[in-house]
């Protein structure tokens, strides 16, 4: 990348202290430095909450869409231009939660999107309540007498659901971040990568401190192409062990691959519908 391209904004990041999304914004920039991107070459969708504010500081053609709804919003720049790397940023609840018929959708379709999400167990920005991946009996402002549910996994909800990449990986070690995210902008295909990222002012359970304890690097002799070994991986969130790198990764076409008039140029290079003065006149 040349090194006058400005990555970040010059504001500075309003997060906590200590907050792991400090991390995935420097992990994130390296991984675009690495792929010589710049902030011209992509797109990037911020979902809303603490993750959400990264549209902030970092340099790019964003779009910072509602609760919930940060997938379809990338989706449909990806069909509108499926050339150009579409980033979806979003934190568990945002899209875990609010968003997670989109999610599961989005995974069927093998949609060309790169989905990072900030996984902290909480609603950070709403000042802390339980969110769907938070562990059973957690405590919170919503949940005082300890959550009911079981907490949901995204791992195994994604491969199950046809993700065609997916991933883990943990604020404290910014390399492997970098290099996970990396491999998921290069990857053809919908593209998870649940990142454990500490919430250090309202989750005191996923600290930094229990990840390290409770994560293990997935090592180099594991097939992340058989599906069936990387189910049994995803598993492993149930009994709170947290592998680290690509759990899952396999290939087929993508949804703009299987839209025969994108083959030739990309909708937005197209002439627009000379009929869409009168369309519109209907619905309005
Ligand atoms: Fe980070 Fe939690 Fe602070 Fe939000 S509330 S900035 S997630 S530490």
């Known amino acids: 990348m040349n ?13 906590c202290p200590g907050c792991g999304n400090h991390s995935i914004i420097g992990g994130l920039k390296s991984s675009l430095v690495q792929l010589n ?9 911020f979902g809303i909450g603490c993750s959400g504010n990264m549209n902030d500081f970092l340099n790019a053609y964003a779009v910072h869409s509602l609760h919930g709804r940060a997938i379809p919003t990338g989706i449909g720049i990806k069909l509108a231009q499926h050339k150009a790397p579409v980033i979806v940023i979003a934190g568990d609840g945002d899209c875990y939660g609010e968003g997670g018929n989109h999610f599961m959708h989005a995974c069927r379709g093998n949609h060309d999107i790169k989905v ?3 996984n902290n167990g909480v609603y950070g920005l709403t000042t802390g309540q339980a969110s769907p991946t938070a562990q059973h009996g957690y405590v919170s ?36 971040m970098a290099s996970i995210f990396g491999r998921a902008i290069h990857h053809r295909g919908f593209s998870l990568v649940n990142i454990l990222q500490p919430c250090v ?37 149930n009994s709170f062990k947290f592998p680290l ?22 909708l937005v290079c197209r002439k627009p519908y000379a009929g869409y003065g009168e369309l519109m006149k209907e619905f309005l």
């Open 37 to 45: 991107l710049t902030p011209s070459d992509i797109r990037i969708v």
């Open 245 to 266: 790198g690509v759990v899952y990764e396999t290939e087929r076409p993508t949804y703009t691959d299987q839209i025969s008039h994108l083959k030739t140029k990309e």
């Open 141 to 176: 402002k919503s949940t005082p007498k300890g959550i009911i549910e079981q907490p949901l996994n995204p791992l195994s909800l994604a491969i199950t659901q046809g993700a065609t990449f997916v991933a883990q990986t943990f604020t404290g070690d910014v390399d492997h």
């Open 201 to 237: 002012t309202f989750n005191k359970i996923n600290t930094f401190a229990y990840y390290q304890k409770n994560s293990y690097k997935i090592p180099s002799s594991y097939d992340a192409k058989n599906y069936e070994m990387s189910l049994k991986m995803a598993s492993e969130l």
């Open 116 to 118: 990072f999400i900030h």
């Open 3 to 15: 090194n006058n391209v400005q990555i970040f904004t010059g504001c500075n990041p309003t997060w």
